[in-house]
């Protein structure tokens, strides 16, 4: 076997709740990668999981030494993204991240400044934009069903997790809150959809200076509140889009997860974009009632993992990977800009600026290397043929909607 | 306590001064309609024969002593000049909204009217009616806790598909947010206090956009102001919410308003109607009810801001829909606009105080009635 074929060599730092779908997803979904072993500052959960998925068990450094390893999968908490990724590049290991990138803009720049000098790659969750539902929504846009994107609605409203996390601490201080721990989704969705950010323009508070735990242990104890938790910013893209992003632990709402883009033509409801899956929505002009869109591409389950899987396929075959660190850094920028918006009463400019990462290939999403023949990926060409008659018929509906009224 | 029913004199015949004259010519007998000028006397002729009243030259009308305050239903651009000359005229004005176009006009009448010892009232009125004033009371008895944000939405693609002469709403002193965004603007300060800062982005999707009503089928406008806009908005009382206003966009909900409290959530009612419905999400549950209102006016009830004024006026007591009010709104409505075009946070100038809820109102003003109980006293 060729190195070019080799299966790249995974090592997975941090075996915490979100290792398991990961592990999962990894050890089983994709033929290009190995997943060698696994390491957690709590020697105990790293045994764990290596025994659930028959890995080896191993300490950070042994993981960053290993021959085999070429791409470390980092599960940390967000404070030791950064940390952990400097160590694998400096130990000449590939990083991906879970979001964030990194905490702080600067380390996120350090992180992509290392991996480009030492030639290696650097690229970090979320992948729920290469899920089934946001690549639909993607595919619906380029082929023109609602013309140019006019604006957008983005809103993820909910009570926050004291009442049903264990242990909620975390999301109530800076580097989480609504918009590091799931704006994070939206953000990366929207940059994937309509291209970067240019402007935002934020108000924020906090609206309850402290929460109180209702479940769990650690019911009744107060969780000091030292982030903002309630976010509304206008925003801008380069393209001229505007919109406006919400995010919020602060409300009552069954409306938890609106992401809508509106058309020149039409306007699609999009799936949550913390999920891979559906469901879409389409609003023709002059008509009154929403089609839902079936999803008829493949990765519309938790598919966590998928882009470790397209950075791999990205380290094979040389080509650009959908989920580089500078989307990532792109996102990471975005969301600071808001906060400091907020902070500072002022508009801000984003100054990144990021390619739209490339649509998956309804057939053949992590296929141009010449792993194409292990890929397990349920990817048909009966699916890309369903894909086709809906565009087909979305086509045929907007066409008789616009002859009929220009 | 008698008191003569105050006098009031009509300055516009057009379109909307049919219902106002309906409702004030029928509901209130604290309220009568002496007359109705217009400078197409043919209009003002033509209602006055409908509605019974008088029709006069605008000079008769501001000149007649049984005249105590104006409504004036002139087109927006002639607003702040008829108020001023009202003013002049020694009587008190109501005008439809918005007060004026700038704030320097807007300023100046209210400070005409505040040395002659006069009154001004602006519409809309809409947050006097029952749908708005049921959600007051859920707020003031705390149903939903305290205040922690809003949202408000207004989303349509435009009125060139159904309106015949639609090419004003796409100029200055019209667009969404001047045209729309009174009644979210009105009724977010009405129920939850003014507004303190703004921060906005907007945009004019479309540079003509072409007439699909009759009879200008075809014809292009040109647009000349932002027909899309989103908009920060805090309050005083450090509440954050959004504002949204565009006839940019293909949705089915054209309005959808919300006031999120730390006890759970309102489902406000459209804020350009007097009625329902109203839901509310409790704290913890994950289904919205429906809330019965409990306020009289839940029909079109355009015109009881001017009835609240002339019996404010009666009594003595502030009146609800205020030129201060107006002025505050089209404060905001301006900064939103600023903020958009110099890409930067703008502080609000003017406040004003939250209007007093209408209070209980008898069953029987529910339906349109000679007979009305305001504020506990029954008048007529």
Redesign the interface.
Known sequence: MSTASKPVGIGIVGAGVISEIYLKNLSTMFAHMKVIGVADVLPERAEARAREFGLKAMTVDELLAHPEIELVVNLTIPAAHAEIAFRALEAGKSIYNEKPLAIEREDGRRILELAKEKGLRAGSSPDTFLGGGLQMVRKLLDEGVIGAP??V?A?LRN?GME?WHPDPFFFFQPGAGPLFDVGVYYVTALTSLLGPFS?V?????A??PERTITNGPKNGEKVPVTTPT?I?????FES?V???L?A?F?????DYATL?I??????IRCPDPNMFGGPIYL????????HEIPVELPNTENSRGLGAADLARAIRDGGPSRVDGELGYHVLDVMHAVLE?AER???VAVESRVERPAPMDATAALSRSDLDHALRLKTTERLERAAESIYRDVKKMVKEKTSH?D | MTTRPTGIGVIGAGFISGIYLTNLTTRWEHVRVVGIADLVPERAQARAAEFGIAALTIAELLAHPGIDIVLNLTIPAAHADVCEQVIAAGKSVYTEKPLALSRDQGRHVLDAAHERGLQVGCAPDTFLGAGLQTVRRLLDEGI?GEP??F?A?MTT?GHE?WHPDPAFYYQPGAGPMLDMGPYYITAIVALLGPVR?V?????A?WPQRTI?SQPKYGELIEVNTPS?I???L?LES?V???L?T?F?????EHCSF?I??????IRLPDPNTFGGPIRV????????ADVPLDHGYATNSRGIGIADMAKSMQVGEPIRASGALGLHALDVMLATLD?AEQ???IAIASTVERPASLGPVSPEDVAPTHTMTYRGETLG
Do not use: C, Q
């Open positions: 006019v604006a609605n809103a009570h009442h402007k323009a934020a108000m924020a508070r609206s309850f309630h509304v910013s206008a925003i801008e001229g505007i919109g406006t919400t919020s602060d409300v009552w709402e069954t809508v509106y058309g020149e033509k039409g306007t609003l023709l002009k002059d008509e009154t009632k929403w918006s009463g002022e508009d009224h | 939903v922690v944000a949202r939405r693609h598909s800062r921060s906005a982005m907007a945009r999707t699909t899309h989103e908009a920060n805090e450090g954050p919410g959004t949204m565009s940019d966009l293909w949705d089915t919300v999120y409290g730390s006890e759970g959530s999400l409790k704290a913890g549950e994950s289904t919205w903020s890409g930067r946070h």
